[in-house]
Every structure is written in structure tokens, then in C-alpha cells.
């Protein structure tokens, strides 16, 4: 069993450098330590200037998104004994901009998922007689996958339109108004429809599928963009043949 593993980490400062470089280090290795524990032994133990994001090292809260060995991965739950004999490389998310080391710069992301309004939206009375809205257990099954998404923004980094066009919504966005459209207590589909019908919506996905694979939560982020095409084409052709059934 090794007793040390190489971590290979992406270094910018933007005060010091033009571009990122590698900088490598020795880190005890424990066949339970995951490369966030080995980021967080840097830090603490060996050079206290290095910056990247985490908060629950649970899985559950996405900020730990970071690149290792060229794959998007939660670092949390990433095991430096998948990696043996190493190095690992760490580096931040592809297709973001760099703050610093390993901490991306998320506004693009963040406006990207207000737009599309991923929350319950009532047109009529929010709060019904009884004080609640009752689901049965087939309502809920109907948008649960999708309301796993943890906005890690690993999707983004897999994905090669995303990468190619900054104006796609991209996957985590679309996933969630679908979330949110598949809700029996939600009327808000339209107003997310006229934002996601259009060329940087859902008919920017070429289907190629990466954000499905690399999703940590399961949500299938390209299931969700596929049944959004298909619900905008059936309003297209209602709207097409039964023009005055439009709202």
C-alpha cells in the first residue's frame, strides 16, 4: 500500500501569472481519503495559498465540482484510491472562467438558472384553503429525478455545446425548469417556455449526452432536455393548427 500519493494541482494567481501552471505535492495517502481531504491536507498542512471551493463534503451541496484527471468529479467523492499510483491531476471546471487555483467564476451560471425560474410559480391564490397543496406519491415520482440537481455545474463542464456556445442555457438549467414544469402545484410552464424555445434553449442540445453521464445525482439532465423538445413541439403544432387555443 502506498504511504504517499502525487497531487498534481492547477495553480493561477492572477496578481503573479498570465495563464494556470501545475504545481505538485506529496500528500499522505489513506485508502478513505478522497481528493478533497488531500486538497484540504495542502492547504492545512503544506501551503496555506491555495484556493478552491467545499462546504458539506457530503455530496450534497455541489461546491467541490473541480476537474481530476480530465473527468468532472465532486471532489468529495472522489476516492485517491481510484487513482493509484498516481499523480492526480486536479484542475478547475472546464468552460468557466478562473477566479483563482480552483475556484471558477459562477455568475453566468446563476443567471442562466434564474431565468428559467426554478421555483413554483402560481398564477392563481399561492395559499389554498387547507394551507397546503397535497401531492399523491405518482405527482411527486413524475419530477423527482429531476429535483436532485445540486447545480455542482459538472454538466457545464462536460458539456461540448455549453463550451462551444456560453449562451446555451445548458443542462442543470433546463433539467430544473423541467423539475419545476412536471410539478402538479406549478404554472409556470409557458413563461419557461418562452425562454428555453429558443436556439440558446433546448434546441441547442445536439443530444450528445455527457451531462447524463457525469451527473453525481443521477438527474439525466439529457432525458429532461428531450422531453422539453418534445412538449415545445407539441405546442408549436397546437399552436400551428389551433391558433386561437394559444394563451
Not at 447524463?212 to 432536455?225: F, H, L, Q, S
Request: proline share 8%; hydrophobic share 35%; glycine share 6%.
Amino acid at each position: 500500500m502506498a504511504e504517499t500519493i502525487t497531487i498534481e494541482v492547477a495553480r493561477y494567481r492572477p496578481e503573479q501569472e498570465g495563464e494556470p501552471t501545475l504545481q505538485s505535492y506529496e500528500v499522505p495517502f489513506s485508502k478513505d481519503w478522497v481528493v478533497l481531504d488531500a486538497l484540504n491536507y495542502i492547504k492545512d498542512h503544506v501551503d496555506g495559498s491555495l484556493s478552491f471551493r467545499w462546504s458539506c463534503r457530503m455530496g450534497v451541496c455541489g461546491s467541490c465540482g473541480m476537474t481530476v484527471n480530465g473527468e468532472p468529479k465532486l471532489t468529495c467523492a472522489t476516492f485517491l484510491s481510484h487513482y493509484l499510483p498516481g499523480p492526480i491531476r486536479v484542475e478547475p471546471l472546464q468552460n468557466f472562467p478562473v477566479v483563482r487555483d480552483l475556484i471558477i467564476e459562477m455568475t453566468d451560471f446563476l443567471e442562466k438558472l434564474q431565468s428559467v425560474k426554478p421555483w413554483i410559480v402560481r398564477e392563481d391564490d399561492p395559499a389554498p384553503a387547507k394551507g397546503e397543496f397535497l401531492q399523491t406519491p405518482e405527482q411527486l415520482d413524475n419530477y423527482k429525478q429531476f429535483s436532485m440537481c445540486i447545480n455542482c455545474m459538472i454538466c457545464y463542464a462536460a458539456c461540448p455545446v455549453y463550451g462551444l456556445d456560453p449562451q446555451f442555457a445548458g443542462p442543470a438549467a433546463i433539467a430544473l425548469a423541467q423539475r419545476y414544469n412536471l410539478d402538479s402545484r406549478d404554472q409556470g410552464e409557458q413563461e419557461r417556455m418562452d425562454v428555453l424555445s429558443q436556439h440558446e434553449g433546448i434546441w441547442g442540445c445536439t443530444f450528445v449526452g455527457e451531462c447524463t453521464e457525469v451527473c453525481p445525482k443521477n438527474v439525466d439532465p439529457a432525458g429532461a432536455i428531450q422531453q422539453y423538445k418534445l412538449a415545445a413541439t407539441k405546442e408549436w403544432f397546437k399552436s400551428f393548427l389551433m391558433p386561437w387555443s394559444k394563451p
